[in-house]
């Protein structure tokens, strides 16, 4: 079992940054995959970006390759969401993930564990 609690958002400016973060409980968290998703109003829940367990693989959906940075401390069972050069449509609530069983990072990955969410909001 994995609690998950997200951290970080709130309301910036367009061009300016935001770290999320990502609170795991559960030893378990450092074995697998996690991620990052959001939904936007009216929009379905999209992938962000992906890190395998140890860090080694990262993806990242091709709206935010390079402006968004995925990483994880596995000793403090927590990962990050660096994000940088944001815009109005980056606005929506950011949900992380996580898979203990998984420890890689793949297109399409699926993840058992979610949590409730943290809500960015991008002014222009």
């Known amino acids: 079992q994995v609690q998950l609690v997200e951290s970080g958002g709130g309301l910036v400016q367009v061009g300016g940054s935001l770290r999320l973060s990502c609170a795991a409980s559960?030893?378990?968290?450092?074995?697998?995959?996690m991620g990052w998703f959001r939904q936007a109003p009216a929009k379905e829940r999209e992938f962000v970006a992906g890190?395998?367990?140890?860090?080694?693989?990262?993806l990242y959906a091709d709206a935010v390759k390079g402006r968004f940075t995925i990483s994880r401390d596995n000793a403090k069972s927590t990962g990050y969401l660096h994000m940088t050069s944001l815009k109005p449509e980056d606005t929506a609530v950011y949900y992380c993930?996580?898979?203990?069983?998984?420890?890689?990072?793949?297109?399409?990955?699926?993840?058992?564990?979610w949590g409730q969410g943290t809500l960015v909001t991008v002014s222009a």
């Open positions: 993930a996580a898979d203990p069983r998984r420890p890689k990072i793949g297109p399409g990955q699926e993840f058992d564990y």
């Open positions: 559960g030893r378990t968290f450092s074995s697998g995959a």
């Open positions: 890190i395998s367990w140890n860090g080694g693989t990262t």
